[in-house]
Nanobody, 116 residues
Framework: QLEETGGGLAQAGGSLRLSCTAP????????MGWYRQAPGQDRVFVAA????????YYANPVEGRFTISRDSAKITVYLQMDSLKVEDTGVYYC???????????WGQGTQVTVTS
């Protein structure tokens, strides 16, 4: 299971940072990243980092505001969330798997709440 830290409460326009650590290196064709789930809504993709190629992927609503990065030695990815909006509120789940497919492994989820 992946271990998540970070999240919490922020005002709109503020910043938060999430981290996600894996117990072992992901498969070379895997990505690590986040989905989020707002109350009463489905889980949706947020961002991902390609473990072998170093390419990053973002959902349109967060493009330009969120930045995903990686520390290979720590087998950790980070999600820097800037210019937060109220609609960014939700439970953020770190995961790993093939991009575009159902991911194989997940973290426990962490709450992000953005107030106006």
């Amino acid at each position: 299971q992946l271990e998540e830290t970070g999240g919490g409460l922020a005002q709109a326009g503020g910043s938060l940072r999430l981290s996600c650590t894996a117990p072992r290196r992901p498969y070379t064709d895997y990505v690590m990243g986040w989905y989020r789930q707002a109350p009463g809504q489905d889980r949706v993709f947020v961002a991902a980092f390609s473990w072998s190629g170093g390419k990053t992927y973002y959902a349109n609503p967060v493009e330009g505001r969120f930045t995903i990065s990686r520390d290979s030695a720590k087998i950790t990815v980070y999600l820097q969330m800037d210019s937060l909006k109220v609609e960014d509120t939700g439970v953020y789940y770190c995961g790993a798997g093939l991009l575009g497919s159902e991911w194989d492994v997940w973290g426990q989820g962490t709450q992000v709440t953005v107030t106006s």
